[in-house]
């Protein structure tokens, strides 16, 4: 098993910025990669954006691109997410998950809110 612990989410003005992390615990070293994905009320779930645990490589949804960058600490077995360039519509709960390579994300932390106000 996996645990999975957000922090860093608050209240940032249009524009502003927030990093959001993550720290993993447990069997880590089954860990394929990681993710971020969002809910805002009345919202599906979305993907945000992931990181491979090992090779550190990248893909992020078109939303945030060139605004949000994901990165991680395996020393800390800890997930980052800078966003920068903040929106409104980036106003969400933020969860970080995690899956074993061939798994689907079986992992997930508490959530943390994310709130960007015009």
């Known amino acids: 098993q996996v645990q999975l612990v957000e922090s860093g989410g608050g209240l940032v003005q249009a524009g502003g910025s927030l990093r959001l992390s993550c720290v993993a615990s447990?069997?880590?070293?089954?860990?394929?990669?990681m993710a971020w994905f969002r809910q805002a009320p009345g919202k599906e779930r979305e993907f945000v954006a992931r990181i491979t645990w090992s090779g550190g490589n990248t893909f992020y949804a078109d939303s945030v691109k060139g605004r949000f960058t994901l990165s991680r600490d395996n020393a800390k077995n800890t997930m980052y997410l800078q966003m920068n360039s903040l929106k409104p519509e980036d106003t969400a709960v933020y969860y970080c998950a995690g899956r074993m390579e061939g798994s689907t994300y079986d992992y997930w932390g508490q959530g943390t809110q994310v709130t960007v106000s015009s």
């Open positions: 447990g069997r880590t070293f089954t860990l394929y990669n």
